[in-house]
């Protein structure tokens, strides 16, 4: 089991970047897969990026491709997602989520059973 904690959201300008962390309870998240996903008010939740548990592979979701970067730091237990070019579109709460038994990136809601309580991101036009 493991417990996540978000953090580095806020209000900026279209533009601007921003870069998340999301910080890991223990070791046991050395071995697990993991994502971000994010929810705008109305909408579904949905998935961003993911990454390996050794950072050899990751995913992203086409809107933030070229954009966005997932990224961890085992030694430190925390996972990252560096933001650039935002967008009001990219308004959202982004949630950091944890794939147990992942051995392959997974980009179904149902694949992560850790999640953190998120943390708010808007986009000013």
């Known amino acids: 089991q493991v417990q996540l904690v978000e953090s580095g959201g806020g209000l900026v300008q279209t533009g601007d970047s921003l870069r998340l962390s999301c910080a890991a309870s223990g070791r046991a998240f050395t071995s697990m897969y993991m994502a971000w996903w994010r929810q705008a008010p109305g909408k579904q939740r949905e998935f961003v990026a993911a990454i390996s548990d050794g950072s050899m592979f990751s995913r992203y979701a086409d809107s933030v491709k070229g954009r966005f970067t997932i990224s961890r730091d085992n030694a430190k237990y925390t996972l990252y997602l560096q933001m650039t070019e935002l967008t009001p579109e990219d308004t959202a709460v982004y949630y950091c989520?944890?794939?147990?038994?992942?051995?392959?990136?997974?980009?179904?809601?149902?694949?992560?059973?850790?999640w953190g309580q998120g943390t708010q991101v808007t986009v000013s036009s």
């Open positions: 989520a944890a794939d147990r038994d992942g051995t392959y990136i997974r980009t179904d809601l149902s694949s992560y059973a850790f």
